[in-house]
């Protein structure tokens, strides 16, 4: 079988391997459209449309296929936060954070091809874990945000690097804030992944 991870996300390749799961990467720079408000279904919209349009990508005549797409958002005063849009951005959200607690919320969509039947199965789900962060200075977020680190993640912060100097605690599933909850992930997905 071949299973694809659709996205090119370092943390979440590194998780994937973690768990002993041999994949190949295949992005597909989909034109994200959310109709979802609540977080936890925005992610889960996402991440079915990153699968969904990798699966179209892919040649499906020759062997089963599963491809696992993933999507992140911080949620704090009921605003989400995705990856910031520039220096400013990554700011006001690191001062939005900074002292307080916020959720994150990862979802997962796997989609499971059968080549003998045509068909594509379709599992989707997140994962929510609360983020306690310590206060931090407007000095101290110019330093983070200069370093370039929060630009390419949700709610302008990294937990596994230099930003987890701020965190206070957490709630839940650490990976699910590095960006896929691979315990669940397995469990959803053993029936395949055990083949």
């Not at 954070?97 to 039947?117: D, I, K, M, N, P």
């Not at 206060?135 to 330093?143: D, G, L, Q, R």
Request: net charge negative; hydrophobic share 35%; proline share 3%.
């Amino acid at each position: 079988m071949r299973i694809v991870l659709a996205s090119r996300s370092p943390r979440r390749k590194e998780l994937l391997e973690q768990i002993g799961v041999a994949f190949e990467i295949l992005v597909s720079h989909v034109d994200e459209q959310i109709t979802e408000t609540e977080p936890g279904k925005v992610v889960e919209e996402l991440s079915f449309q990153k699968a969904d349009a990798v699966l179209s990508l892919l040649d499906k005549g020759k062997e089963d296929i599963l491809v696992i797409g993933s999507d992140t958002v911080v949620s704090v005063d009921g605003e989400i936060l995705g990856k910031p849009t520039d220096r400013e951005d990554a700011v006001r959200m690191l001062s939005m954070l900074s002292g307080r607690s916020h959720e994150v919320y990862t979802g997962v969509t796997l989609l499971y091809f059968c080549q003998a039947t045509g068909q594509v199965t379709v599992k989707c789900f997140h994962e929510m874990t609360k983020v306690n962060f310590y206060e931090m200075s407007e000095a101290e977020i110019a330093a983070y945000v200069d370093s370039r680190d929060p630009m390419d993640k949700a709610g302008a912060y990294g937990i596994q690097g230099y930003c987890a100097r701020y965190i206070r605690g957490i709630e839940g599933d650490y990976n699910t804030v590095v960006g896929l909850p691979v315990g669940r992930l397995y469990q959803e997905g053993k029936e395949w992944f055990d083949r």
